[in-house]
């Protein structure tokens, strides 16, 4: 099993990104996916969470802002980011219970400057 996370890149303040992650491989189930970020010289913060069955929560900077989305069929989850803000600048990684198990992808970069 493998999950990857795409759609990082440059943007401009105020602009938007749609990340993705994808897992891949032998997979029976996906349970609740969550993004998480990470800024150089800060801790791993939480981003979103989706639940299996659709439910969703937000840090609260990002909320407003933020759209966590699934698309089952495709076993992949979306974050849509929008009015980006430099701080927003960061690694985000994705985390998936997949088969009771946990799984990180490998990060993507998003950078927020002009």
């Known amino acids: 099993v493998q999950l990857q996370a795409s759609g990082g890149g440059l943007v401009q303040p105020g602009g938007s990104l749609r990340l993705s992650c994808t897992a891949s491989?032998?997979?029976?189930?996906?349970?609740?996916v969550a993004w998480y970020r990470q800024a150089p010289g800060k801790q791993r913060e939480f981003v979103a969470r989706?639940?299996?069955?659709?439910?969703?929560n937000y840090a609260d900077s990002m909320k407003g802002r933020f759209t966590i989305s699934r698309d089952n069929a495709k076993n992949t989850v979306y974050l849509q980011m929008n009015s980006l803000k430099p701080e927003d600048s960061a690694v985000y990684y994705c985390?998936?219970?997949?088969?009771?198990?946990?799984?990180w992808g490998q990060g993507t970069l998003v950078t927020v400057s002009s």
């Open positions: 989706i639940s299996s069955g659709g439910s969703t």
């Open positions: 985390n998936a219970g997949i088969d009771r198990r946990p799984y």
């Open positions: 491989g032998s997979i029976t189930s996906i349970n609740a």
